[in-house]
């Protein structure tokens, strides 16, 4: 059969009036999100446009959190920020659904990554998403449940990432790191609240 034959035949096919395509976010729809670590925003604009009900960004730089606001505003998506150091947010309990975040990989600083994580399962009601290197997986899950008490921690996908020198300790043009997607299930806890 050749191509123009078989295009023919599959444009002649009965199509879907109304398909019922599940394009739920369950973890970010209608919830209230924190992007920690937030950068340009780029996970909390995605959270927004998901149609979370509630997101603020978390940075410690303050031009990050400018550049996040403006990019925010760009998409016309709404985004609350504060600028602080993860390690001394003085959230107390499960105030937040869901955590996003794209850690420093704790490479300049050893376990910095793990620092956001521990905050993130303590802060969390609902999931923590995070990336982290591929080479760190069985800490990473390990420490979630063991030393962070995550009652799941699972890699949903593995991606790979071309970071750019961007930095002046970064020593070459550009690397390619692999990289896992996390989603990490906290225990939950009685109390809430600011």
Same mark, same amino acid.
């Given at each position: 059969?050749?191509?123009?034959?078989?295009?023919?035949?599959?444009?002649?096919?009965?199509?879907?009036?109304?398909?019922?395509?599940?394009?739920?976010?369950?973890?970010?729809?209608?919830?209230?999100?924190?992007?920690?670590?937030?950068?340009?925003?780029?996970?909390?604009?995605?959270?927004?446009?998901?149609?979370?009900?509630?997101?603020?960004?978390?940075?410690?730089? @303050?031009? #990050?959190? !400018?550049?996040?606001?403006?990019?925010?505003? $760009?998409?016309?998506?709404?985004?609350? /920020?504060?600028?602080?150091?993860?390690?001394?947010?003085?959230?107390?309990?499960?105030?937040?659904?869901?955590?996003?975040?794209?850690?420093?990989?704790?490479?300049?600083?050893?376990?910095?990554?793990?620092?956001?994580?521990?905050?993130?399962?303590?802060?969390?009601?609902?999931?923590?998403?995070?990336?982290?290197?591929?080479?760190?997986?069985?800490?990473?899950?390990?420490?979630?449940?063991?030393?962070?008490? @995550?009652? #799941?921690? !699972?890699?949903?996908?593995?991606?790979?990432? $071309?970071?750019?020198?961007?930095?002046? /300790?970064?020593?070459?043009?550009?690397?390619?790191?692999?990289?896992?997607?996390?989603?990490?299930?906290?225990?939950?806890?009685?109390?809430?609240?600011?």
């Amino acid at each position: 059969m050749k191509l123009k034959q078989l295009e023919g035949l599959l444009g002649d096919l009965q199509q879907f009036h109304n398909p019922k395509a599940d394009f739920s976010f369950g973890d970010v729809s209608n919830k209230v999100v924190a992007d920690f670590g937030c950068g340009c925003g780029t996970l909390g604009i995605a959270a927004a446009l998901l149609d979370a009900e509630y997101v603020i960004g978390v940075d410690i730089d @303050a031009e #990050s959190l !400018e550049t996040a606001s403006a990019n925010a505003g $760009d998409l016309e998506v709404n985004l609350d /920020f504060v600028q602080c150091n993860i390690g001394t947010l003085r959230w107390r309990g499960q105030i937040i659904d869901t955590v996003v975040m794209n850690p420093p990989f704790g490479t300049r600083r050893k376990g910095a990554d793990m620092d956001f994580l521990q905050r993130a399962l303590e802060i969390a009601s609902g999931a923590v998403y995070s990336l982290h290197k591929t080479t760190t997986r069985e800490h990473i899950k390990r420490a979630a449940i063991r030393e962070y008490n @995550a009652a #799941s921690a !699972e890699v949903i996908c593995e991606l790979r990432y $071309d970071v750019p020198q961007m930095y002046k /300790f970064h020593k070459k043009k550009d690397v390619d790191i692999a990289v896992d997607l996390w989603r990490f299930v906290p225990q939950k806890n009685e109390g809430k609240g600011i």
